[in-house]
DNA sequence: TTGTGTTTTATTGCCTCC
DNA sequence: GGAGGCAATAAAACACAA
């Protein structure tokens, strides 16, 4: 309970409005008769401690008070002395009860703000971690088809040679990836190039028959036409892999950003 | 009716600017 | 140094569920 000393209290008393069952009269007049009596005793100094416990009450402003204030809060939000002044006579209250409507008005004005940047910040966030985990997925999946790919490359070469029906279709491959160089149609821009199903069924090779299997064939194993297979370690592959790693890194699925600078509390 | 959470009014203390 | 702004906080008023 705040305690004041007779002059300390003069003006916060002064400050304050009549009881809810006088708002009528208030949204029209400001003090109500009964309570102008009160404050001209107060100013004839008859002022007790139980006078002052009775009448330090605070009381919200009016209706009509409180829509003038917003009024003029929304053509300026700062006041100057005169606009202050003027505002208070015109509402019947005091300068200071201006001002501090006025600054708690800012208050309220800048947590919504403050909310509302939250909010959007937050939606760009949560689209962000969708991407990367979709991003994530489909690093998953070309990374099993790499797998395979090697399993695949390992067995064939423990087995010497290529049936003829395997040396065909790698032939029928090459041609295909020629012609589709000549007219710029492969590798024409990076997602079309890494795009692999990632809803096939069994993650078989079949998946492959796209970029992957084109680099292999394409690059390493064309060099040595006559030979058998001599599988080397794909670390072109590895290392576009390692670092979409590292760049998801910065943004990592597991350990998401926290926003602690704006929840200090997480 | 009462307990509890939210909103509004007001104070205090510190800082900046003139 | 005084005026005014802001952050933190207190406390009254209010809303509302149980």
């Given at each position: 309970?705040?305690?004041?000393?007779?002059?300390?209290?003069?003006?916060?008393l002064?400050?304050i409005?009549?009881?809810?069952e006088?708002?009528?009269?208030?949204?029209?007049?400001?003090?109500?008769?009964?309570?102008?009596?009160?404050?001209?005793?107060?100013?004839?100094?008859?002022?007790?401690?139980?006078t002052?416990?009775?009448?330090?009450?605070?009381?919200?402003?009016?209706?009509?008070?409180?829509?003038?204030?917003?009024?003029?809060?929304?053509?300026?939000?700062?006041?100057?002395?005169?606009?202050?002044?003027?505002?208070?006579?015109?509402?019947?209250?005091?300068?200071?009860?201006?001002?501090?409507?006025?600054?708690?008005?800012?208050?309220?004005?800048?947590?919504?703000?403050?909310?509302?940047?939250?909010?959007?910040?937050?939606?760009?966030y949560?689209?962000?971690k969708?991407?990367?985990?979709?991003?994530?997925?489909?690093?998953?999946?070309?990374?099993?088809?790499?797998?395979?790919?090697?399993?695949?490359?390992?067995?064939?070469?423990?087995?010497?040679?290529?049936?003829?029906?395997?040396?065909?279709?790698?032939?029928?491959?090459?041609?295909?990836?020629?012609?589709?160089?000549?007219?710029?149609?492969?590798?024409?821009?990076?997602?079309?190039?890494v795009?692999?199903?990632?809803?096939?069924?069994?993650?078989?090779?079949?998946?492959?028959?796209?970029?992957?299997?084109?680099?292999?064939?394409?690059?390493?194993?064309?060099?040595?036409?006559?030979?058998?297979?001599?599988?080397?370690p794909?670390?072109?592959?590895?290392?576009?892999?390692?670092s979409?790693?590292?760049?998801?890194?910065?943004?990592?699925v597991?350990?998401?950003?926290?926003l602690?600078?704006?929840?200090?509390?997480?």
């Open positions: 309970m705040q305690q004041f000393s007779s002059s300390d209290s003069l003006d916060a002064i400050s409005c009549p009881p809810k006088k708002k009528d009269e208030l949204n029209t007049h400001g003090y109500s008769e009964e309570f102008r009596v009160m404050l001209d005793r107060i100013n004839g100094e008859d002022l007790s401690y139980e002052s416990q009775a009448l330090e009450k605070r009381r919200r402003l009016s209706l009509y008070q409180v829509k003038e204030l917003e009024r003029s809060f929304e053509v300026e939000n700062r006041l100057e002395p005169e606009r202050k002044v003027k505002l208070a006579e015109e509402l019947e209250l005091q300068p200071r009860q201006v001002a501090i409507w006025f600054q708690n008005r800012r208050t309220r004005l800048k947590t919504k703000q403050l909310q509302r940047d939250f909010s959007l910040l937050k939606d760009s949560d689209a962000l969708l991407d990367c985990n979709n991003l994530e997925q489909e690093k998953e999946s070309l990374s099993s088809t790499l797998r395979e790919l090697k399993e695949k490359l390992c067995r064939q070469s423990g087995e010497g040679n290529h049936s003829v029906e395997e040396e065909s279709l790698i032939s029928e491959f090459d041609t295909n990836v020629s012609d589709r160089r000549k007219t710029g149609d492969l590798f024409e821009n990076g997602e079309k190039a795009r692999v199903s990632s809803d096939s069924k069994d993650g078989s090779s079949d998946c492959i028959s796209n970029s992957l299997a084109d680099r292999f064939r394409d690059s390493e194993f064309r060099e040595v036409p006559g030979k058998a297979y001599q599988p080397q794909t670390r072109m592959e590895e290392q576009s892999l390692f979409t790693e590292e760049s998801c890194n910065f943004f990592s597991d350990q998401a950003p926290t602690h600078w704006y929840f200090p509390e997480q």
